[in-house]
């Protein structure tokens, strides 16, 4: 069973930090790319951070760029979001979501990803 499991969420204050983690089984993980994504109350779901299969490019939006870190660990099939500095802006769900592709880079659009986990809640408080 193709599974993403993600964890790490809860309530921070402003300037706080966490870490998102995305456990993934029952596909190979190192054929593809992993890519984290947010939606706020009211908002679309948008793209965050994204990283290949290969582990040597990412992606972030510009808004949590210098802020937020993308990291992969083959052995552990899992991908962290280190989230630092963080903003009410960045209250949302988080979701990590898998997309085919064994190579250096990572697409951002959403509608390339094939299997997604659950969410989890990120509350950042003023």
């Known amino acids: 069973e193709v599974q993403l499991v993600e964890s790490g969420g809860g309530l921070v204050q402003a300037g706080g930090s966490l870490r998102l983690s995305c456990a993934a089984s029952?596909?190979?993980?190192?054929?593809?790319?992993i890519g984290w994504f947010r939606q706020a109350p009211g908002k679309e779901r948008e793209p965050v951070s994204c990283t290949g299969s290969s582990d040597v490019n990412s992606y972030y939006v510009h808004s949590v760029k210098g802020r937020f870190t993308i990291s992969r660990d083959h052995a552990k099939n899992t991908v962290y979001l280190q989230m630092s500095s963080l903003k009410p802006e960045d209250t949302a769900v988080y979701y990590c979501?898998?997309?085919?592709?064994?190579?250096?880079?990572?697409?951002?659009?959403?509608?390339?990803?094939?299997?997604w986990g659950q969410g989890t809640q990120v509350t950042v408080s003023s």
């Open positions: 979501a898998a997309d085919y592709g064994p190579g250096w880079g990572c697409n951002p659009e959403i509608g390339r990803y094939d299997y």
């Open positions: 029952g596909f190979t993980f190192d054929d593809y790319a």
